[in-house]
């Protein structure tokens, strides 16, 4: 696990951001095996947090912390990255609150569907259309794809509440979405990036630096990474993290201590060899020309009534 945090005061925008990450860290210790390594990534933050990660390293909470300044998330995630072989690399950032059954969550639909090569924990609006072409196009005419009941809506709200996002949006959201179906498990078609687990060998060409710090530009490269290896962005049906903000709230404590202890264990054996680059003339079939072509609102409207989706959500789904 890599979890960048990069708080450089305690003022201002930044004036709960440190109790938040304290509840990230006791959410990660409190649900994750005992075998997880752990990998903190100081990434410019202030001497109070500094002191903070060097007592869990210290206590042996941790297995590793690399002090830096502020290089960006990704140039740090590659730092955690650097020197470790581990099969599954969880990526978050320092505001999650993970919950109990995630890492069971996670393995089960890795060990269920071979192609996954990220698997996100919060489901979200719509994701299917951020980088899942690939997913789409090769279940196109399947049945195990098709659009099923939002399992938890109160958590899918809080997720946008928590981007500062109104209750404008289209409800219809909060009732269907996209999943893909296989030997009883489901998974949502598609993922975000503030918290997801990654196969290692999307990073097997990894770039060494980037020199965007933050935004759209350095979160593409995470997205992008699995296409090219024709590895599917999916996410847990139901929700297993909550995005806690910069904000601090009540329920943030009462949700961290309702946690319950996660055991090892070994009913996973990943076995990820061999998993090649995507020829480059289907990379593009599937993920720049099919994706343009399932971008027309027809050819949309069409694939809503194969899928399932009701009638009276088609026209502003």
């Not at 410019?44 to 909470?61: H, I, M, P, Q, T």
């Not at 003339?281 to 609102?297: C, G, Q």
Request: with cysteine.
């Amino acid at each position: 696990m890599v979890i960048p945090v990069y708080i450089p005061h305690l003022e201002g925008y930044f004036s709960g951001s440190f109790e938040i990450f304290k509840f990230c860290i006791e959410s990660i210790l409190k649900t994750s095996y005992n075998s997880t390594f752990i990998s903190i990534i100081n990434n410019g933050s202030c001497a109070e947090v500094r002191a903070y990660l060097n007592d869990l390293l210290f206590e042996k909470k941790i297995q590793e912390l690399v002090h830096s300044e502020n290089i960006g998330k990704i140039n740090a995630v590659l730092k955690g990255l650097v020197g470790h072989n581990i099969p599954l690399v969880t990526i978050a950032d320092a505001d999650v609150l993970f919950l109990s059954g995630w890492q069971e969550a996670t393995y089960d639909i890795f060990a269920t569907f071979e192609r996954a090569g990220v698997v996100g924990l919060t489901p979200q609006f719509k994701s299917y259309e951020n980088q899942s072409g690939n997913v789409i196009y090769s279940n196109l005419f399947s049945g195990k794809m098709k659009f099923t009941e939002v399992k938890d809506p109160d958590a899918l709200k809080m997720y946008y509440k928590s981007l500062g996002w109104d209750e404008s949006y289209n409800r219809d959201y909060l009732k269907k979405t996209l999943t893909i179906s296989k030997d009883g498990i489901k998974a949502v078609v598609g993922s975000g990036h503030y918290v997801a687990t990654y196969r290692r060998c999307v990073f097997s060409e990894m770039f060494t630096y980037d020199p965007a710090k933050l935004g759209l530009d350095s979160e593409k490269k995470l997205d992008e990474m699995p296409l090219r290896k024709n590895l599917w962005r999916l996410t847990t049906s139901d929700n297993y993290a909550y995005h806690m903000g910069n904000v601090l709230e009540n329920w943030m404590e009462e949700e961290v201590k309702e946690l319950a202890p996660a055991k090892d264990s070994v009913r996973y054996s990943p076995n990820f060899q061999n998993i090649r680059n995507e020829n480059p003339l289907f990379y593009f079939v599937k993920n720049r020309f099919f994706v343009k072509l399932f971008s027309l609102i027809w050819i949309k409207h069409i694939f809503y009534k194969f899928k399932g989706l009701p009638k009276e959500m088609r026209r502003n789904y």
